[in-house]
């Protein structure tokens, strides 16, 4: 067994460097402004969902690894030496991989590229060191008006992103940004990612989580605990609001809020021949914030103080640009319906990048905890927002639903 040397006297086993479970093993986001953005979204219902690298990360990636409460520890305006500094409060939610980029600030400053890559090496060993059985990370990025580097600041760069490249190694895994051929047209300001230029970032992450974890297929290890149908069988569902068609047991679709459209419902397979629930969209819509529900609603077991999430599987076919998300969502109600609990995970229908061809999602929600309260009611399922349209829009699109479940998260999950 062979040590890899990594920099300032650690060394680490090379077996240490094998394939993750997929499921329960925890990832966690770090760095400035861009790996912030990580959930943040323009308004739902007037263009593109996430402009965020590391949502496209996870949702590309087929949810694979876990992203616990707090896990995009970015913060605007960090330095490197501002990382390094909150270093604790990162491992202490326990990553089996950090993910990240840092950096551009530091560049921009003019700081030296020896102080840098000194402390992104500080920052690499110390996860290491601390669990973290990968470090994946981003090279700088490069600037376009009205955010250009400096010619000096420039140069700071490429010779950080060079020193990047050159320490990969089993456990370290650099994604190479300049090999993305980016561009102005990918950058809402010249400095941060729009939805477009996220999605790259996002596509190449995915690919290496892709090549460090076992599972091909993350939600066949879920042990579903609450979904009441997780396998969308039978016909006997409810239609409401000018929905028709069929829809799974326990579930409901409903089309009051879809402007007009004719949502229809059926039963079929996935592209795997597992069975699903299809909804067809198609005819115009009109009007603002207008969307298509598909939901479970049931008594609830949970009690509060109990940590949940869920995941969806998806396809999606031949969308159109006014289908801007398909948003799984997990809700708990006490017995008034006020809200103890909810969380989204967002696909972003319209981003850039997306074919219009079947596509695979698996969703994740992220995790979030049930405030204090008496759970009474527990709802599953899925959002499906259009865009504002002031006249009438046409809209079109296929959205399969497979597997669908719930759960509590297990300690350390």
């Known amino acids: 067994m062979h040590a890899i040397g990594l920099g300032l006297g650690i060394g680490y086993a090379a077996t240490e460097a094998v394939a993750l479970n997929a499921l329960d093993d925890r990832i966690v986001f770090d760095g400035d402004s861009i790996v912030a953005h990580g959930h943040a979204t323009v308004d739902a219902y007037a263009g593109n969902g996430s402009w965020g690298f590391s949502t496209w990360a996870l949702a590309l990636s087929e949810g694979r690894l876990f992203q616990p409460i707090g896990g995009n520890l970015g913060v605007s305006g960090d330095t490197v030496a501002d990382m390094y500094a909150r270093r604790a409060a990162t491992v202490a939610r326990l990553p089996k991989v950090v993910c990240g980029m840092c950096g551009t600030n530091d560049v921009g400053a003019g700081t030296a590229a020896a102080t840098i890559t000194a402390g992104l090496r500080a920052y690499w060993n110390y996860m290491l060191a601390s669990g973290a059985r990968y470090v994946v990370w981003c090279t700088i990025l490069p ?27 089993r456990r370290i895994k650099i994604v190479d940004c300049e090999a993305l051929d980016l561009s102005s047209d990918d950058f809402g300001d010249g400095l941060h990612p729009n939805t477009g230029g996220a999605f790259k970032i996002g596509q190449a992450v995915a690919a290496v989580l892709d090549a460090i974890t076992t599972a091909a297929d993350v939600i066949a290890g879920w042990t579903n605990a609450y979904s009441v149908n997780p396998t969308m069988t039978g016909t006997g569902g409810s239609l409401n609001g000018g929905a028709t068609g069929v829809v799974a047991d326990g579930f409901g679709l409903d089309a009051t809020q879809a402007g007009g459209a004719n949502v229809v419902g059926s039963k079929g397979v996935l592209a795997d021949g597992s069975p699903a629930q299809i909804i067809t969209i198609s005819g115009s819509y009109s009007g603002s914030g207008r969307y298509i529900n598909f939901a479970s609603f049931s008594a609830s077991t949970l009690e509060a103080g ?35 609990f909810q969380s989204e995970g967002v696909y972003a229908g319209d981003s850039a990048g997306h074919p219009d061809a079947v596509e695979r999602q698996v969703i994740r929600t992220p995790p979030w905890t049930i405030q204090a309260g ?8 899925l959002a499906i927002g259009f865009k504002d349209a002031a006249g009438p829009t046409a809209v079109a699109g296929t959205i399969r639903i497979g597997e669908n479940k719930a759960r509590k998260v297990p300690p350390g999950g």
């Open 143 to 169: 600037r376009f008006a009205p955010n250009s580097l400096s010619g000096g600041s420039e140069t700071i760069r490429q010779a950080v992103n060079a020193w990047m490249l050159a320490q990969a190694s």
């Open 306 to 340: 109990d940590e949940l999430e869920y995941v969806a599987e998806i396809e999606v076919e031949g969308l159109s640009a006014e289908i801007v998300r398909v948003t799984p969502i997990a809700a708990v109600y006490d017995g008034s319906f006020a809200t103890l």
């Open 374 to 381: 008496a759970p009474a009611w527990e709802l599953f399922g």
